[in-house]
């Protein structure tokens, strides 16, 4: 065709074959392929009085995903106060079962009182394997009957890395 330079492999300036354009295609492919995510923002305030960890909604803050194998970044992000006194929030993430941060401490803890205290954090999940996984967001309090409320708009995602 006149006027339309074919494209070259950039070393010798031979044309490009089909195999090798193809190659690169599919390689394009890849990387431009959505990772695999859910997330979910919360409607209405939720509140607990729980002393251990629990799920904080287990109709909308579990979320699966359907993994090819490897890392999993999850993250939350909400208003967090308490109902009376003052205590101290944990809030987990339990993968497939394994609570992350431990029994006693959780990813993240935070002293609240009746003022809403923003708490946010992202944390890594390494070595999944490739299938179907659940991830629930948990909370409890430090004191034995002490009540928390998440504000809604709270938000909780995970994506495969």
Known sequence: MVGITPESDGTNDEPVTADEKRAV??????????SPTASYQTTSDIDSYADDFVDIDSD???LTI????GDVLAAFQGA????????????DIE??????GGNYTGIVSAGIDSTRSPIGFSYLIRNLGAGAH??????????NGRGMRL?????FWVREI
Do not use: Y
């Open 25 to 34: 295609d599919e390689k394009h492919a890849i990387l431009v392929a959505p």
């Open 60 to 62: 909308n803050l579990n």
């Open 66 to 69: 359907t993994t090819s194998g």
């Open 80 to 91: 967090v106060h308490c109902l009376g006194d003052s205590t101290t929030v944990l809030i």
């Open 95 to 100: 993968a497939d079962g394994d609570r992350q």
């Open 134 to 143: 659940t991830f629930k967001l948990q909370w409890k309090s430090s004191v």
């Open 151 to 155: 504000k809604s708009h709270a938000q």
